[in-house]
């Protein structure tokens, strides 16, 4: 196996869990990589850390920046790293150590741009472990990248985490695919976009990551406007795309990033509700224009249950 690795790994506030992150990476059983620790204008001694890694290891290269966010952070390690495979961790995980060596090993058997895997979700406070969050239950064969994802979405098996993917550098050169800044919830447009612009991607069947979820991970947050407005912006974002690239994106995971929008909308208080009813008016009539994505629960959600009802009565009443 032949290819410099360059490990992305986006750092806000992460003193907690960055040494544990990057002892995984330094035990990798395939030792040809840089590693690139984005600090993210973070304000817990994380950055300090990451320079006296960078004066043990010379494999270690640090940027500082003003804190922007992940997908900030990412596109950074982009535009800096100089290897032939991409991998972003994040900080608060860890990984196998033979992940970097099976990927790289898929990545060049397949000749594939894209290699997925699968992984473990830890509950850091019970210390319990699942397969079933990030876990397949197909073995896939290497195929077409957007194939492949409609099959997955179908099966109600695709996961869109961008630490969940490996990645040929070529791709990013061929494609110019950045993560669109500013928001959270970026991955599930990132995922769709690298599926969707695969020429190939193949699968290597076995759990090498530790996704670990605590109090302060985006995910258990409580929802605020900025998650609404993200959710918003993600699902249009992801529509368009879809259209602009012969419908690629299937129905099933368009629904899936509207119901994402209502949720983030109905979590919100009623006075920050009301200051954004214009815009959840559109989101709404958007959704029922394109037929709900033929999802009826989706469409009671847009409705609004008693409307629904009574239109369902009509419909029954007059066929």
């Not at 004066?55 to 982009?78: I, T, Y």
């Not at 894209?114 to 473990?120: I, K, N």
């Not at 670990?212 to 993200?230: C, E, G, L, R």
């Not at 259209?243 to 099933?252: K, M, T």
Request: with cysteine; proline share 3%.
């Amino acid at each position: 196996m032949n290819g410099l690795i360059s490990v992305i790994i986006p750092v806000y506030n992460a003193a907690s869990y960055l040494d544990d992150c990057l002892q995984s990476v330094f035990a990798q059983t395939c030792e040809h990589t840089e590693i690139l620790l984005v600090d993210d204008g973070s304000t817990d001694g994380s950055g300090a850390m990451c320079d006296a890694f960078a004066e043990r290891d010379p494999r270690v290269k640090v940027f500082h920046k003003e804190n922007g966010g992940a997908s900030s952070a990412r596109n950074v390690g982009l535009r800096e790293a100089t290897g032939d495979y991409i991998y972003f961790l994040d900080s608060d995980d860890h990984i196998d150590p033979t992940l970097l060596e099976k990927l790289l090993g898929s990545a060049e058997e397949n000749d594939a741009e894209l290699v997925f895997f699968d992984a473990y979700a830890v509950d850091t406070d019970s210390g319990r472990v699942s397969e079933s969050n990030y876990g397949h239950r197909e073995r896939y064969q290497p195929e077409e990248g957007k194939a492949l994802m409609r099959r997955m979405v179908e099966n109600k098996d695709f996961h869109m985490g961008v630490w969940q993917l490996f990645y040929k550098k070529s791709f990013f050169d061929r494609t110019k695919l950045t993560f669109v800044e500013g928001i959270i919830y970026e991955d599930f447009l990132f995922a769709c976009q690298a599926y969707c612009l695969a020429k190939k991607v193949s699968y290597v069947p076995e759990f090498l990551y530790y996704r670990q979820y605590h109090a302060n991970s985006v995910m258990t947050a409580k929802k605020t406007m900025k998650n609404f407005i993200s959710a918003e912006t993600v699902y249009y974002a992801v529509r368009a795309f879809s259209e602009q690239n012969d419908n690629a994106v299937p129905d099933a995971y368009l629904a899936r990033g509207a119901y994402n929008a209502l949720t983030c909308y109905e979590a919100l208080p009623a006075d920050e509700k009301k200051s954004v009813s214009e815009r959840i008016g559109a989101l709404r009539r958007d959704i029922l224009a394109h037929n709900g994505y033929s999802d009826p629960a989706l469409k009671m959600r847009c409705y609004g249950k008693a409307l629904w009802a009574a239109r369902r009565a009509v419909q029954k009443l007059f066929g």
